[in-house]
């Protein structure tokens, strides 16, 4: 098993940043890609960004991209997104996941094994 602890939402104004860190725990070496996704009130779950373990290469969705980085750390088993930008569309709960499979398409909420229990991110306009 792999746990996810997810940090650094919050409030900020429209137009600020934030840095959100993912720290996984447990059988990391399991893990292969990383994700983030997002939920806001009344929407389903969207996928934000992914990095991939072995090679980093970088997913981004439409909507963030050029705005929002993600990166990791594999030594200290973290992944982080910094959000620049902000708008207030970008309100919602952000979580953490993690794929076991190796191929699994990173952009796809189906290909993630485990997840976090997510930390909120309120921009006000």
């Known amino acids: 098993q792999v746990q996810l602890v997810e940090s650094g939402g919050g409030l900020v104004q429209a137009g600020g940043s934030l840095r959100l860190s993912c720290v996984a725990s447990g059988r990391t070496f399991s893990t292969n890609a990383m994700g983030w996704f997002r939920q806001a009130p009344g929407k389903e779950r969207e996928f934000v960004a992914a990095?991939?373990?072995?090679?980093?290469?970088?997913y981004y969705s439409d909507s963030i991209k050029g705005r929002f980085t993600i990166s990791r750390d594999n030594a200290k088993n973290t992944v982080y997104l910094q959000m620049n930008s902000l708008k207030p569309e970008d309100t919602a709960v952000y979580y953490c996941?993690?794929?076991?499979?190796?191929?699994?398409?990173?952009?796809?909420?189906?290909?993630?094994?485990?997840w976090g229990q997510g930390t909120q991110v309120t921009v006000s306009s």
């Open positions: 990095i991939s373990r072995s090679s980093g290469r970088t």
């Open positions: 996941a993690a794929v076991r499979r190796v191929g699994a398409a990173p952009t796809y909420l189906s290909s993630y094994d485990y």
